[in-house]
């Protein structure tokens, strides 16, 4: 588990008997330090598997002391050195394996924030088109046609990020149920329109004159990315219900 620094939001006593902390009793918890925390936002981290709280057999969130550690430190490292999400991430998982990596500074983490690190070329992880294929058990006609629909895109370079591969598995799976790249042209259109909503929000951010706002953006596009998935899923099963069953 993670080995996090001592101090901040950790430090309290709340669950000094053992007991399991409530999300709204963990929110109460941050709020001293980080007062703008708020519920979504602690079931955003916990959606980028950031944090792993326990549940009870009816579905509730039960958080232990080591959680609220672990939130207090995602969030000190977002608040006081601008890091992106990705970064955190990696970060963390670093600690739980028992490294200990220094943080990047100011200046660097705002590069990683504003995109302009870990582009085409500077170690982000990218893949060819032989691999593309190799990991999803795709033939190059059926990446033609994906491409072909808009479905995956390369980048510049000609390499493919990690999320082509999940892209494409999820079209292969698809495939076994008779869906071909032509039928899935709704669901690109559909996640086009999201990304556009998410556009409208973060675009004032991104062009804020304050440098946190700006960092903010990255953070605030990600949680809507992430509701706008679960609000897509609820809406598809609860369409089916209704026509279906």
Not at 5 to 26: F, K, M, Y
Not at 41 to 65: D, N, W
Not at 198 to 221: D, S, Y
Request: aromatic residues 4%; without cysteine.
């Amino acid at each position: 588990m993670l080995r996090t620094p001592s101090g901040g939001a950790g430090n309290g006593t709340a669950t000094a008997d053992g007991r399991l902390l409530s999300i709204g009793a963990v929110l109460t918890h941050l709020q001293d330090e980080f007062p703008e925390v708020t519920i979504s936002k602690i079931r955003f981290l916990e959606a980028e598997g950031l944090v792993e709280p326990q549940r009870t057999p009816s579905g509730y969130r039960k958080f232990a002391m080591r959680d609220v550690e672990r939130l207090g430190h995602v969030l000190r490292m977002q608040r006081d050195h601008y890091l992106p999400l990705r970064v955190i991430r990696e970060h963390l998982d670093a600690l739980d394996r028992g490294e200990q990596i220094p943080l990047p500074g100011p200046g660097e983490a705002r590069e990683l924030a504003d995109g302009t690190a870990g582009t085409e070329g500077s170690g982000e992880l990218r893949i060819g088109r032989e691999a593309l294929l190799a990991a999803t058990g795709a033939e190059p006609a059926d990446l033609e046609q994906w491409e072909s629909y808009g479905l995956v895109e390369a980048g510049r370079d000609g390499g493919y990020d990690a999320e082509a591969v999940n892209i494409g598995k999820l079209i292969v799976d698809m495939g076994r149920f008779g869906l071909e790249p032509r039928h899935l042209r709704a669901v690109k259109a559909a996640a086009d329109r999201e990304v556009g909503l998410v556009e409208q929000v973060v675009a004032p951010l991104r062009r804020h004159r304050n440098p946190q706002t700006r960092t903010h953006a990255e953070t605030t596009a990600r949680e809507l990315a992430a509701l706008s998935v679960r609000l897509h899923a609820a809406m598809v099963q609860s369409a089916l219900r209704l026509r279906l069953f």
